[in-house]
């Protein structure tokens, strides 16, 4: 059925059509969410466990292999990765992409639990989750009020701000920084212990069991039943300040007797501060699925609500990492207002005609409208990758609406009427429109259905682009031929002339068909050439953004105090504040950072001898230097501090290169290691180099005479409790607490500060033995000694990972330098690389795109194949895709890109654009020699006359469209310029060399069809 020509006959279902459309595009569009990157359901299940107080090396051997084992038994683990720090073991085990996220959390869940038995007693219950926030704090608030101390204002972020944030939509987390929690401190007196013979774990254990309130019984009286009730729980510290306790031998002491009861706060873990101001601060983290901007809009009316009804409490937002997602939108938008209009223009210029340039002026809204439609209705938000997408296929869009205008302007100008212009231009031109449609949609959707992390990223890219494309298809035959036939007027029959420089170009023509092995020899130099420039571009990942946003990593040598910390953090703010592009500086002690952008988003950990910053830089708007050459400036400059690791970068993608060792033998590894970071550091041009490999962290260590304590009757395990307790006090989850009406206030009795810090004092502490109790120095002898701080490990072995800072270096070109270190060369053969990072994504990548453009080529090669009957006429087509190469890579080598993430796109895209002018040139030639009956000269001819100048128009109008990207005008160009240098570089050379080469290529595959119809023939005659 000729569609063009229904809708020309029947213009209301068309017109209906697209008025429909367009509104549900319009709604859809103020619908759609506004994201960073899109959600995608990674199968990463969590298992955490702890046991406070335990040393890093005791938890590998009792807690972590345990686990380990266990889970290692499910099928479908693609890796599985295990941090034990002090007190704590967290695994992540990461599956097979495809795997189900609900079926793999229960099947960790069963293999944790079949563990729960073979691990200590003391471990609290394993707790197995999956990921359900997205990636960083999207908005930081600073809090402050008169009428608070540091304590209340900290309960009212807790309490009263924490519920009111948690129940607006979208918000997954609410976390504070800064302030301190409220604690019940017994201190006790050591001495007064001994002279009443009271040890610290007989005043612990007899005070969490006396403070409580107990269930259980029922009671009847008179004629109803009631449940009865144990209350023997406190409610203030005075309370407990005079509390009998009962001791094991019968006797009874009032609390006070032997102890200090202080109703205050615990000792602070973090620190905030904001622009040198100590302040409390909280973060809001979004749900997946949502979106960033919509939830952080909704946050601010809440706030604002509550504001108005707590006006006593100062609540100002100091930090957002949602403006760079608006920018990104806004910017996005503008390129492709400014696209589209400079497409419409080269319509006008070429054609001179306002209402031929006014039709093919509607085709891109009406394309690109209804796309917004089928996004909401799969599921995609408005993100890098979709507006990516849209961007890219801006100038596509206006592509099959300029070669249908253009021909019926052409019939036009024959003399005919403009409906009989419309009908015959619409059905001569609808097989080409058709035919280069698919071939760019068999392109971009492959990209859709690539496998591991891209595919799952780009899923949203190649399915967006393929249902714009396919709109302009739709647009192109039903709305651009139906609008020609009413709105156009009639021309007046006249002949135009050819022109000066289609006459030159037509000669050129001529002059390659009478020297066809000169053209086919230049074709395959060209290729060659093309080729060879690859290896001198350099090849990375994703280029760094410049989103006007930075962070500052400190980390301090283990056993430091927060206190030093809090120095060291005051001393790297008053650096950054110092740099002339910074605007705002927001600094945490205790607190960092750890992981990478995108799915893997880093999160915040707790550590007091790390540290925080995060920067905000002058808009890139306003500034000469790039984000990339201030951070390498703060790197430089933050060198000057005393004793500290420090890392420079958002943590996005493109920022560092990761190399991982692991081993079983933790020696070999360590020695490794060492020899590693030593060559690492030799390299030039890099930033700061980190390694994971544990350092030693100083450690009191009790050493019990064996021989002695069996003497006295002391257990190893009585040692371990009285100086747990003595020094920090019971386990969190055992710890008695004081009950108040909003909350419980924990009651931690240990020593006091000032004998915990003397190791003789420690020494004096009593330790229950056969006959009363004993002295610890009796039975044991106190050192001081050293342990890891830290235990990586991966796939069941030990790790260590080196963050290799790339300092404007491309990720490719540090990865051979590394690769070549000796050090990498002579690695022992028990200890082996493994891919991490940037590194694995970028192979990744390259892995997947070049898979996708091989069955892109294949797909395009099937619907060929199927469009024009023929299997060697496709390869004709096909035959121009190495021209757009050279073009490509000369663009990027010029402009000083590396082969990338974006410039890999951007060949993905010119594969169609090209295949799509070749098949413009080789349908017509076929079509005239058989419906006009011309010879092959002839037909070349006239095609390369009457295709020419559409082939230029939509070269022109698709370059227009890229060339504010490419000049990095509005949005972050980072990304997007290195693509659109690629495409512009691209249709330069493709499109030129493909008007003089794919006439050559057309005329050798046509002989060897002849040659083949003569060998058929002739085995059909004589065989």
């Not at 944790?112 to 471990?123: F, G, H, I, N, Y």
């Not at 002491?253 to 615990?266: F, N, P, S, Y």
């Not at 050439?529 to 410049?546: I, R, T």
């Not at 017509?924 to 002839?938: G, H, N, P, W």
């Amino acid at each position: 059925m000729n569609f063009s020509a229904w809708s020309i006959r029947n213009p209301v279902p068309a017109i209906l059509l697209f008025v429909v459309l367009s509104f549900l595009g319009m709604r859809a569009l103020n619908s759609l969410g506004k994201q960073n990157f899109p959600d995608i359901e990674l199968p990463v299940i969590m298992v955490n466990a702890a046991l406070e107080g335990a040393a890093p090396p005791q938890l590998e051997t009792e807690v972590a292999r345990k686990l380990e084992d266990k889970i290692a038994t499910i099928g479908g683990i693609e890796h599985m990765t295990t941090k034990v720090t002090d007190g704590s073991v967290s695994i992540s085990v990461q599956f097979t992409i495809d795997t189900n996220s609900e079926e793999a959390l229960n099947l960790v869940r069963n293999a944790v639990d079949s563990a729960r038995s073979e691990l200590p007693s003391a471990v609290t219950t394993p707790t197995v989750s999956k990921v359900t926030t997205s990636g960083n704090a999207i908005l930081t608030y600073v809090v402050s009020a008169n009428n608070m101390d540091e304590g209340e204002l900290s309960w009212f972020v807790d309490n009263e701000i924490s519920k009111a944030m948690l129940s607006v939509k979208g918000v997954g987390k609410i976390s504070r920084t800064g302030g301190v929690d409220r604690e019940i401190q017994v201190n006790l007196n050591p001495t007064l212990m001994a002279g009443l013979g009271v040890n610290v774990s007989d005043v612990s254990v007899q005070l969490k069991r006396v403070q409580q309130d107990a269930s259980g019984g029922r009671g009847d009286i008179g004629d109803n039943v009631q449940s009865v009730r144990t209350l023997g729980a406190l409610h203030s510290a005075d309370e407990i300040r005079q509390m009998d306790i009962p001791l094991g031998d019968g006797r009874h002491i009032r609390l006070a007797q032997v102890a200090e009861v202080l109703d205050t706060h615990a000792e602070r873990s973090t620190y905030a501060s904001y622009d040198g101001k100590p302040v409390i601060r909280f973060e809001i983290t979004r749900s997946k699925g949502t979106s960033e901007v919509t939830v952080a809009k909704a946050v601010r009316e809440s706030l604002d609500r509550f504001r108005q009804a707590h006006p006593q409490v100062s609540i100002i937002e100091a930090f957002n990492s949602v403006k760079p997602v608006e920018d990104n939108y806004a910017g996005s938008m503008q390129l492709l207002y400014e696209g589209a209009l400079l497409a419409i223009l080269v319509v006008w210029w070429f054609l001179r005609d306002w209402r031929a340039t006014l039709i093919a002026a509607v085709a891109l809204p009406l394309s690109m409208i209804p796309t917004f439609a089928l996004m909401q209705y799969f599921g995609f938000s408005l993100n890098v990758l979709t507006l990516l997408a849209l961007a890219l296929v801006v100038g596509i869009l206006v592509d099959d609406a300029i070669v249908e205008i253009e021909n019926i302007v052409r019939h036009l100008r024959m003399g005919k009427t403009p409906y009989q212009a419309a009908m015959e231009a619409a059905d001569e031109i609808g097989f080409a429109v058709i035919a280069t449609t698919f071939t760019l949609v068999a392109i971009f959707l492959p990209t859709a259905f690539m496998g591991g992390v891209t595919g799952k990223f780009f899923k949203q890219f190649g399915i967006t682009a393929a249902i714009a494309i396919t709109g302009s298809l739709v647009v192109a035959r039903l709305l651009t031929p139906m609008m020609s036939a009413y709105l156009l007027k009639p021309h007046a029959a006249v002949e135009a002339p050819t022109s000066n420089t289609m006459q030159r170009y037509l000669s050129w023509v001529q002059w390659c068909l009478n020297h066809r092995k000169t053209v086919v020899l230049g074709f395959l130099l060209f290729i060659i050439g093309s080729l060879s420039l690859m290896p001198l571009l350099p090849k990375g990942f994703v280029p760094s953004s410049d989103s006007s946003q930075t962070k500052v990593n400190i980390e301090l040598q283990p056993g430091t105090a927060l206190a030093q910390t809090r120095v060291i953090m005051a001393q790297a703010e008053t650096i950054v504040r110092a740099h002339p592009q910074v605007t705002a500086v927001f600094s945490a002690a205790g607190t960092a950072s750890a992981g990478g952008g995108g799915p893997n988003a880093s999160q915040n950990s707790t550590d007091v001898r790390r540290g925080s910053l995060v920067v905000s830089l002058v808009d890139r708007t306003k500034r000469d230097q790039k984000q990339s050459d201030i951070e390498a400036d703060l790197r430089e400059q933050l060198k000057q501090l005393p004793g500290a690791r420090v890392t420079v970068g958002i943590g996005e993608s493109g920022e560092k290169l990761q190399i991982t060792l692991a081993s079983d033998d933790a020696e070999a590894l360590a020695q490794a290691s060492q020899r590693v970071e030593q060559g690492l550091r030799t390299l030039r041009g890099l930033g700061n180099v980190t390694s994971s490999a544990s350092l030693q962290r100083p450690e009191v260590q009790i050493v019990p005479n064996v021989a002695k304590a069996a003497e006295l009757g002391v257990t190893v395990e009585a040692i371990a409790q009285v100086i747990r307790v003595a020094t920090a006090g019971e386990f969190s989850n055992t710890m008695p607490k004081l009950n108040l009406p909003q909350r419980q206030v924990p009651i931690r009795v240990r020593l006091g500060e000032e004998i915990r810090t003397s190791l003789d004092e420690i020494a004096q502490l009593r330790v229950p033995a056969r006959n009363g109790s004993v002295s610890l120095e009796t039975v044991a002898t106190i050192q001081m000694g050293s342990g890891p701080q830290q235990i990586d490990r991966m796939d069941r072995m030990r790790n260590v990972t080196f963050d290799i800072e790339l300092n404007k270096r491309q990720i490719g070109e540090v990865m051979r330098e590394v690769q070549a270190l000796p050090a990498m060369q002579t690695l022992p053969p028990s200890v082996k690389q493994l891919e991490a990072g940037d590194a694995k994504r970028m192979n990744e990548l390259f892995s997947n795109f070049g898979s996708a453009m091989l069955i892109g080529i294949l797909c395009i090669y099937v619907v060929l194949v199927l469009l024009f009957g023929d299997f060697l006429q496709p390869v004709t087509i096909l035959g121009a895709l190495p021209l757009s190469l050279g073009g490509a890579f000369f663009a990027l080598l010029v402009t000083h890109n590396s082969f990338s993430m974006p410039s890999v796109i951007g060949l993905l895209m010119l594969m169609g654009v090209v295949t799509k002018n070749s098949i413009l040139l080789v349908e017509y030639t076929i079509m005239a020699r058989k419906q006009f009956q011309l010879s092959r000269f002839e037909a070349i001819m006239d095609g390369c006359r009457k295709r020419a100048r559409p082939i230029i128009m939509t070269t022109i109008a698709m370059a227009a469209g890229m060339l504010p990207i490419a000049l990095g005008l509005s949005a972050d160009p980072s990304f997007r310029a290195p693509m659109a240098i690629t495409v512009i570089g691209g249709l330069i050379t493709s499109t030129l060399l493909s008007l003089v080469v794919i006439p050559v290529l057309y005329t050798y595959v046509d002989d060897l069809l002849a040659w083949l119809h003569r060998l058929v023939h002739f085995a059909k005659r004589y065989v």
